[in-house]
């Protein structure tokens, strides 16, 4: 079952290593409080969220160490490219995330960093359990195994 891409998504960032360094269990959609020329720059296709995390301090969740260079065309009162960035969720939604992270001591991955199709920016946040050396050894087998696969199966069809 593939999945269906929405064509009006356009995707900035996306965070592969997250998918195999962590078991995502549930993932949602956050808002971001931006700058203006940190939209700018991320309109221009430029972010990047691969050593970034979420943080839960004082009832509010936190972007950090994300990435948005400064936007090519702007002044002195450019952004700072890593400064740590408040996400938008409900409080029923923050609630949940800041459970999970407390009690069962899981980690909040950001995955993915788009705009939506009317054009605003949004990011996929993931709770995730990192996973150890085992599993990570698993998910390459079990990937070289796909791809062999299908190797196999293009050759004799």
């Known amino acids: ?5 929405n064509p009006n998504i356009r995707t900035i960032a996306d965070n592969r290593k997250a998918r195999f360094a962590y078991e995502v269990m549930d993932s949602l959609e956050a808002g971001l409080v931006l700058t203006g020329t940190e939209v700018k720059s991320l309109r221009e296709g430029h972010a990047n969220i691969q050593e970034s995390y979420a943080s839960v301090e004082h009832g509010e969740i936190w972007l950090i160490n994300a990435h948005i260079p400064e936007y090519s065309a702007g002044n002195r009162f450019n952004h700072e490219p890593r400064r740590r960035r408040k996400l938008l969720l ?3 939604e923050m609630a949940r995330l ?3 992270v407390e009690r069962e001591g899981m980690t909040m991955v950001p995955l993915k ?3 939506n199709d009317r054009g605003i920016a949004k990011l996929q946040l993931a709770t995730a359990r990192g996973k150890k050396l085992h599993d990570k050894r698993e998910t390459m087998k079990r990937r070289d195994w796909d791809r062999e696969k299908a190797r196999l199966l293009k050759e004799k069809g």
């Open 1 to 5: 079952m593939a999945k269906e891409k």
């Open 98 to 100: 800041a459970q999970a």
């Open 113 to 115: 960093l788009y705009f």
């Open 90 to 92: 409900s409080k029923r």
